[in-house]
C-alpha cells in the first residue's frame, strides 16, 4: 500500500466533544493523524496490532449515542475496527442517559418483574403518586411484552436472571474501571460504594438473604446498625431513629452518565470513530440476506456489520426485518439540585422505604425514582417529578433548605427494559445485525459489559461470560 500523502495544514480537532462535528470534510489521511495524535500510546500499539491483522477492513455502523452505543463504539474502535457512529440527536446522551440515578451497581441487579409485580401494577394502576405506574392507555401496546414480563417473574427464573444480570454487572464495573484507569475521564466518577437504608425490618432481610445469594458472583455487603448510619453519613441523622438498618456495597460506584457518554465520544472521534450526529436511520440495506448497511436520513451508508443500539426505539426498527424485539419504554424521573458544600452527602443512598435513589455527582445531587409504563410518551409529566422530591425529602428531612428551586433541572426519559430483564445482546437471526439494548434501569451499569460481549461477538472471539442468557 501506497503510503498516505504528508498533509502541510491539519485541521484541529478539538479535545472536547462539540457540538454539531461534522467530519465529512475531513480527509481521511487527516483522520488517522488525529487519531494517532490523540490518542494514548499504548492504544496507538493495539491500533497497530489490528491494523496488521487486516481487522480495519471491517466496517462496523453502531444506532444510537446513548451510553450503550457509544461505550460500544469505543470497544469496537478499541480493537482495531473502522466504526461510525450514529444518532437522530444533535448530542449524545440525549435519551436514557441524560440524567439517570448514577449509580454503578452490581448489588441492585434484580429486574423490576420481581415475583408479585402483576398484583403490584394492578393495585398502583392510575395512581399517580405511585412508585410503579402503569398508565391505562397504554395496556394495549404492552399486552404481548407483558405476558413475557410476567411469566419471567415466576421465582425460578427471576432468580436465575438475577445471577446473569449480577455477573454482567460485575464484569461491566471490572471493565469500567480498566478503561477509566487508561483514559482517565472527567464524569464524577467515585468507587464510594452504595448505602441502602430499611425502615421495615422484613424487607431488610428479605434484601441481606438475596444479597447473601450474590456472594459467589463478587457481590459483598455490610450489615449497619442505625448508629453506624448516622456515623458514616451524618446527612441521615434526622432519620437515624427510623432505621432498623442498612446495607453497605463497597463494590458499587457512581458517576455521571450522560458526561462519561460525551466525554468518550470526544476520545472515540480522536481515535478515528467517525461521529454523526441529526441522523435518522429510516431502513435496512441488505445483501443476498445479510445486512450490509442502512438508509438514514442523510443518504444510504455501507458498513459490514450494525449493531442496533437505539434504546425504546430499536423494535420499531427491527420489525422491518420480520424480527420481534421484546423491549418496552418504562418512563423514569430525577432531578438534579445545585447544593453548597456543607450539605453534601457523603455516600449514594438507596431509599428502600420511599423508593428513591439519592447520588452525589461533584457539587450536585441527582434525585431519582419511579417506574412508569406509559408507552413511548415522553412529556415531562410535573406530578410525578414533584413525587420524587417529596419522596427525598421524606429521606433528607433539611433539604428544602438547601435547595434553589429555580435551579433545579427536572428530567424524565424512556428506559428500554426487556421482557425478561435482562440485556439482550449479540447477533441476531439476520446475518450481520447485532443487537445491544433492553437494560432498562441498568444500562449505566452494563455498558461497559455489554459492550465488551458484543465486541467478541463480532470478533468471533470467547467472551467473558456466556451469551446464551442474553441472545435475541
Given at each position: 500500500m501506497a503510503p498516505r500523502p504528508p498533509s502541510p495544514t491539519l485541521p484541529p480537532l478539538p479535545r472536547q466533544w462539540q457540538k454539531g462535528t461534522d467530519l465529512k470534510s475531513v480527509p481521511e489521511h487527516h483522520k488517522e493523524q488525529h487519531r494517532l495524535r490523540g490518542t494514548p500510546r499504548g492504544l496507538q500499539c493495539a491500533h497497530a496490532t489490528a491494523n496488521q491483522r487486516g481487522l480495519t477492513a471491517m466496517h462496523v455502523i453502531v444506532i444510537g449515542a446513548g451510553v450503550t452505543g457509544t461505550t460500544t463504539a469505543w470497544f469496537l474502535r478499541d480493537a482495531g475496527l473502522?466504526?461510525?457512529?450514529?444518532?437522530?440527536?444533535?448530542?449524545?446522551?440525549?435519551?436514557?442517559?441524560?440524567?439517570?440515578?448514577?449509580?454503578?451497581?452490581?448489588?441492585?441487579?434484580?429486574?423490576?418483574?420481581?415475583?408479585?409485580?402483576?398484583?403490584?401494577?394492578?393495585?398502583?394502576?392510575?395512581?399517580?403518586?405511585?412508585?410503579?405506574?402503569?398508565?391505562?392507555?397504554?395496556?394495549?401496546?404492552?399486552?404481548?411484552?407483558?405476558?413475557?414480563?410476567?411469566?419471567?417473574?415466576r421465582g425460578g427464573r427471576f432468580e436465575r436472571n438475577t445471577l446473569v444480570n449480577a455477573r454482567l454487572a460485575e464484569y461491566s464495573l471490572r471493565e469500567l474501571r480498566a478503561l477509566q484507569q487508561e483514559l482517565a475521564l472527567d464524569f464524577d466518577f467515585a468507587e464510594s460504594g452504595i448505602l441502602k437504608i430499611f425502615q421495615d425490618p422484613q424487607s431488610l432481610e428479605k434484601n441481606r438473604n438475596a444479597s447473601r445469594r450474590m456472594a459467589d458472583v463478587g457481590v459483598h455487603f455490610e450489615d449497619w446498625d442505625?448508629?453506624?448510619?448516622?456515623?458514616?453519613?451524618?446527612?441521615?441523622?434526622?432519620?437515624?431513629?427510623?432505621?432498623?438498618?442498612?446495607?453497605?456495597?463497597?463494590?458499587?460506584a457512581i458517576g455521571n452518565a450522560a458526561?462519561?457518554?460525551?466525554?468518550?465520544?470526544?476520545?472515540?472521534?480522536?481515535?478515528?470513530?467517525?461521529?454523526?450526529?441529526?441522523?435518522?436511520?429510516?431502513?435496512?440495506?441488505?445483501?443476498?440476506?445479510?445486512?450490509?448497511?442502512?438508509?438514514?436520513?442523510?443518504?444510504?451508508?455501507?458498513?459490514?456489520?450494525?449493531?442496533?443500539?437505539?434504546?425504546?426505539?430499536?423494535?420499531?426498527?427491527?420489525?422491518?426485518?420480520?424480527?420481534?424485539?421484546?423491549?418496552?419504554?418504562?418512563?423514569?424521573?430525577?432531578?438534579?439540585?445545585?447544593?453548597?458544600?456543607?450539605?453534601?452527602?457523603?455516600?449514594?443512598?438507596?431509599?428502600?422505604?420511599?423508593?428513591?435513589?439519592?447520588?452525589?455527582?461533584?457539587?450536585?445531587?441527582?434525585l431519582a425514582g419511579t417506574a412508569e409504563f406509559t408507552g413511548a410518551d415522553l412529556r415531562m409529566n410535573v406530578s410525578r417529578a414533584e413525587n420524587v422530591l417529596a419522596q427525598?425529602?421524606?429521606?433528607?428531612?433539611?433539604?428544602?433548605?438547601?435547595?434553589?428551586?429555580?435551579?433545579?433541572?427536572?428530567?424524565?426519559?424512556?428506559?428500554?427494559?426487556?421482557?425478561r430483564g435482562t440485556p439482550i445482546l449479540g447477533p441476531t437471526p439476520v446475518p450481520g445485525l447485532y443487537l445491544n439494548t433492553g437494560a432498562g434501569h441498568l444500562g449505566w451499569t452494563f455498558a461497559c459489559g455489554s459492550a465488551g460481549l458484543v465486541r467478541d461477538s463480532i470478533l468471533g472471539r470467547t467472551p467473558a461470560l456466556p451469551l446464551e442468557p442474553f441472545l435475541p
Open positions: 473502522s466504526v461510525t457512529l450514529l444518532d437522530a440527536a444533535d448530542l449524545p446522551a440525549q435519551g436514557a442517559s441524560a440524567a439517570n440515578g448514577g449509580m454503578l451497581h452490581a448489588s441492585h441487579a434484580e429486574p423490576w418483574n420481581a415475583p408479585g409485580v402483576g398484583w403490584d401494577l394492578l393495585r398502583h394502576i392510575g395512581r399517580a403518586d405511585s412508585p410503579l405506574l402503569l398508565r391505562p392507555r397504554a395496556l394495549p401496546g404492552l399486552v404481548p411484552w407483558g405476558i413475557e414480563f410476567l411469566w419471567n417473574s442505625a448508629a453506624r448510619v448516622a456515623a458514616e453519613e451524618p446527612a441521615l441523622e434526622p432519620i437515624a431513629h427510623r432505621l432498623c438498618g442498612a446495607l453497605f456495597f463497597p463494590g458499587d458526561t462519561f457518554t460525551r466525554e468518550l465520544t470526544a476520545v472515540a472521534e480522536r481515535a478515528g470513530v467517525r461521529w454523526r450526529p441529526n441522523t435518522t436511520v429510516t431502513g435496512w440495506r441488505r445483501f443476498q440476506g445479510r445486512i450490509n448497511g442502512v438508509e438514514t436520513s442523510r443518504g444510504p451508508m455501507a458498513a459490514d456489520a450494525v449493531v442496533l443500539a437505539s434504546g425504546f426505539a430499536a423494535p420499531g426498527l427491527l420489525r422491518r426485518l420480520g424480527i420481534r424485539l421484546p423491549v418496552a419504554p418504562v418512563k423514569g424521573y430525577s432531578l438534579t439540585l445545585h447544593l453548597n458544600g456543607a450539605s453534601r452527602l457523603r455516600l449514594p443512598i438507596i431509599d428502600d422505604a420511599n423508593k428513591v435513589v439519592l447520588t452525589p455527582l461533584g457539587s450536585r445531587l441527582r427525598c425529602r421524606r429521606t433528607l428531612p433539611w433539604l428544602p433548605e438547601h435547595v434553589d428551586p429555580d435551579t433545579m433541572e427536572p428530567w424524565a426519559g424512556l428506559r428500554p427494559m426487556s421482557a
